[in-house]
């Protein structure tokens, strides 16, 4: 049985992300073929080719396509689908946007979020925020997976599969693109950031959030995040939020600063690599997740953290 | 204009929610329940859409047992003009769930549907663009911002990195991100109010829609646990911990 892998690109160059779903993708079958919708599929089909595993790339253009039009993508797919078993769909805004309609028109079940293929028609999905792992099993003749890409490890290079195109759908009357402002901060994505600093309700503000919280994450190249505390506060912007109802991350290092570690924050960061937290109530629950704990205040703590990373030569 | 909004009864987003011992699923046994956030800033956006006159009638819908009612009861205290409650006790997967919705919707033509972009229990992110392809309706997920005017809706979209903009045709089904607005409470007038407006029952096997599941549940477990960490004197020691542990 062979399985379609859809690429995560933004229309320039290919991300990580397809490399990791196409490791879930081998799991499931040895035929893995990644299809490239956008613009400029053609230097981005020759970035997926060279994936280690893939067997063949499927480039399909348009710009409709492009921009991401859920109708457009689910279409194509679903008129690929007669050739595939199953398809694996990176779990991002976009993925999430275009893959359930794929599942609707096989009428099948979506499979949301793998992180773990146990084999060909079995698969764990978090639920509740991750505080429960689901296993299921699905019966369904093709199957539509999001996966989770920080779950699985990247898929190597030194492939060289063919390239193929694949004509695009044709226009979607009903649903008319106006624009897309991209934000370009010198900051990483929140979603896909290796540190994240967050600020909790302790800041008491927003100017004291920004004075202590943004210079240590720019200090270390950090996204920055906060506590829904401190975004109902007003303190920091609502998509910086961490949490059951805001982004779920899991970066290489998370640093939790002045932030208690309510139930709903936690379910949103508790699968960080290494946690650390910074928090004058020694009692606060965010010291039950966090690898290294400082009980203090962060008035102080975070001078001395900045100056102790300047020591290190950060 | 008809708005369809429908809600779900779910786990309250302050509780932790446990693992049955059996590994059968999740203990909601005398668990506060309430209605899913993302289904409230849908609730909360219908009824400024008819606050602001674009809105004529709001229908809230729930799916599942006799206690949704309560959800419902929560909509209608918020705004929303009457209820639906398709009562089951079984739990429907996302496309059972765009189905039954879809039946509703051939009874109710609405020209919006407005619907929480997830359920915080089953995290699938899915019913609505499930709906808007089985209704072939256009949709507008992940919404931070909703205009209806003229026949269409101008939505602005949370997307990967920044924001998009689309306009969709009416009837349309458009899901509601976490920044589309802050819902508000209930005033305790409104909830009294809200007691007395229409909340009809239907039974599920009354719509004739398939909701067989498609998934075989096998096990539900617990994520591991994080290892206890240490607790550091000084924050140099913060840093020296982070070397050896090979972050820097």
Same mark, same amino acid.
């Given at each position: 049985m062979a399985v379609l892998v859809i690429a995560d690109h933004d229309n320039a160059s290919l991300k990580d992300n397809t490399h990791k779903v196409v490791t879930a993708a081998l799991a499931v079958s040895g035929d @893995?073929? @990644? /299809? @490239?919708?956008?613009?400029?599929t053609a230097a981005v089909g020759a970035e997926a080719a060279k994936i280690a595993g893939v067997r063949k790339v499927l480039t399909a253009e348009s710009a409709e396509l492009g921009q991401g039009i859920a109708e457009a993508v689910g279409d194509l797919i679903v008129g690929l689908m007669g050739g595939y078993d199953a398809v694996l769909?990176?779990?991002?805004?976009?993925?999430?946007?275009?893959?359930?309609?794929v599942a609707a028109k096989l009428d099948v079940a979506q499979i949301s979020e793998v992180i773990e293929v146990v084999s060909a028609d079995t698969f764990v999905r978090p639920i509740y925020a991750g505080n429960a792992l689901e296993t299921v099993q699905s019966a369904d003749a093709k199957k539509v997976l999001t996966v989770r890409p920080t779950a699985f490890k990247a898929a190597g290079e030194g492939g060289s599969a063919s390239?193929?195109? @694949?004509s695009a759908p044709g226009g979607q009357a009903k649903v008319h693109f106006i624009d897309q402002q991209i934000v370009k901060s010198a900051r990483p994505d /929140?979603?896909?950031a290796k540190i994240v600093v967050s600020g909790g309700r302790a800041m008491g503000s927003a100017e004291e959030f920004q004075k202590v919280i943004e210079p240590l994450a720019d200090k270390l190249g950090a996204a920055v995040g906060a506590s829904r505390a401190a975004v109902d506060a007003g303190y920091a912007p609502n998509d910086y939020q961490v949490g059951q109802t805001g982004k779920v991350v899991a970066p290489e290092l998370y640093i939790a600063i002045g932030i208690s570690g309510a139930i709903q924050h936690l379910a949103g960061m508790k699968d960080s690599k290494i946690i650390v937290a910074i928090n004058k109530d020694g009692?606060?629950?965010i010291f039950q997740v966090a690898d290294f704990g400082l009980v203090a205040d962060y008035k102080t703590a975070v001078p001395e953290l900045m100056s102790a990373l300047t020591a290190a030569g950060k | 204009m008809k708005v369809l909004v429908p809600v779900k009864r779910v786990i309250d987003y302050n509780v932790k929610a446990r693992v049955k011992a059996d590994q059968t699923g999740v203990d909601l046994a005398n668990v506060k329940m309430s209605m899913n956030p993302f289904c409230e800033i849908a609730v909360e956006e219908a009824v400024r859409l008819k606050?602001?006159?674009?809105? #004529?009638?709001?229908v809230a819908v729930s799916i599942g047992p006799a206690q949704a009612q309560e959800t419902l009861r929560t909509a209608l205290a918020m705004g929303a003009d009457r209820a639906i409650l398709v009562q #089951?006790?079984?739990d429907l997967e996302p496309l059972a769930v765009a189905k039954v919705l879809k039946a509703l919707i051939a009874e109710e033509s609405p020209e919006l549907v407005l619907?929480?972009?997830q359920a915080i229990d089953g995290d699938n992110n899915a019913t609505g663009q499930m709906l808007s392809t089985l209704l072939d309706w256009p949709q507008a997920t992940f919404a931070s911002e909703l205009v209806v005017e003229g026949g269409k809706a101008k939505v602005t979209r949370e997307v990967d990195g920044g924001l998009q903009t689309l306009e969709v045709n009416l009837p349309a089904v458009v899901t509601a991100d976490l920044r589309l607005n802050e819902p508000r409470y209930a005033s305790l007038p409104n909830i009294m109010k809200a007691k007395k407006k229409p909340l009809d029952v239907k039974e599920l096997a009354s719509l004739g829609v398939d909701t067989a599941p498609r998934l075989k549940v096998v096990k539900v477990t617990e994520p591991a646990k994080r290892s206890a960490g240490i607790k550091v004197e000084t924050a140099a020691d913060i840093v020296s911990n982070l070397k050896t542990a090979g972050v820097f």
């Amino acid at each position: 049985m062979a399985v379609l892998v859809i690429a995560d690109h933004d229309n320039a160059s290919l991300k990580d992300n397809t490399h990791k779903v196409v490791t879930a993708a081998l799991a499931v079958s040895g035929d @893995v073929d @990644v /299809l @490239v919708a956008g613009t400029n599929t053609a230097a981005v089909g020759a970035e997926a080719a060279k994936i280690a595993g893939v067997r063949k790339v499927l480039t399909a253009e348009s710009a409709e396509l492009g921009q991401g039009i859920a109708e457009a993508v689910g279409d194509l797919i679903v008129g690929l689908m007669g050739g595939y078993d199953a398809v694996l769909i990176p779990a991002t805004s976009q993925g999430k946007n275009f893959s359930p309609r794929v599942a609707a028109k096989l009428d099948v079940a979506q499979i949301s979020e793998v992180i773990e293929v146990v084999s060909a028609d079995t698969f764990v999905r978090p639920i509740y925020a991750g505080n429960a792992l689901e296993t299921v099993q699905s019966a369904d003749a093709k199957k539509v997976l999001t996966v989770r890409p920080t779950a699985f490890k990247a898929a190597g290079e030194g492939g060289s599969a063919s390239v193929e195109s @694949v004509s695009a759908p044709g226009g979607q009357a009903k649903v008319h693109f106006i624009d897309q402002q991209i934000v370009k901060s010198a900051r990483p994505d /929140l979603g896909a950031a290796k540190i994240v600093v967050s600020g909790g309700r302790a800041m008491g503000s927003a100017e004291e959030f920004q004075k202590v919280i943004e210079p240590l994450a720019d200090k270390l190249g950090a996204a920055v995040g906060a506590s829904r505390a401190a975004v109902d506060a007003g303190y920091a912007p609502n998509d910086y939020q961490v949490g059951q109802t805001g982004k779920v991350v899991a970066p290489e290092l998370y640093i939790a600063i002045g932030i208690s570690g309510a139930i709903q924050h936690l379910a949103g960061m508790k699968d960080s690599k290494i946690i650390v937290a910074i928090n004058k109530d020694g009692d606060a629950p965010i010291f039950q997740v966090a690898d290294f704990g400082l009980v203090a205040d962060y008035k102080t703590a975070v001078p001395e953290l900045m100056s102790a990373l300047t020591a290190a030569g950060k | 204009m008809k708005v369809l909004v429908p809600v779900k009864r779910v786990i309250d987003y302050n509780v932790k929610a446990r693992v049955k011992a059996d590994q059968t699923g999740v203990d909601l046994a005398n668990v506060k329940m309430s209605m899913n956030p993302f289904c409230e800033i849908a609730v909360e956006e219908a009824v400024r859409l008819k606050e602001k006159g674009v809105a #004529t009638e709001i229908v809230a819908v729930s799916i599942g047992p006799a206690q949704a009612q309560e959800t419902l009861r929560t909509a209608l205290a918020m705004g929303a003009d009457r209820a639906i409650l398709v009562q #089951t006790d079984q739990d429907l997967e996302p496309l059972a769930v765009a189905k039954v919705l879809k039946a509703l919707i051939a009874e109710e033509s609405p020209e919006l549907v407005l619907m929480g972009k997830q359920a915080i229990d089953g995290d699938n992110n899915a019913t609505g663009q499930m709906l808007s392809t089985l209704l072939d309706w256009p949709q507008a997920t992940f919404a931070s911002e909703l205009v209806v005017e003229g026949g269409k809706a101008k939505v602005t979209r949370e997307v990967d990195g920044g924001l998009q903009t689309l306009e969709v045709n009416l009837p349309a089904v458009v899901t509601a991100d976490l920044r589309l607005n802050e819902p508000r409470y209930a005033s305790l007038p409104n909830i009294m109010k809200a007691k007395k407006k229409p909340l009809d029952v239907k039974e599920l096997a009354s719509l004739g829609v398939d909701t067989a599941p498609r998934l075989k549940v096998v096990k539900v477990t617990e994520p591991a646990k994080r290892s206890a960490g240490i607790k550091v004197e000084t924050a140099a020691d913060i840093v020296s911990n982070l070397k050896t542990a090979g972050v820097f």
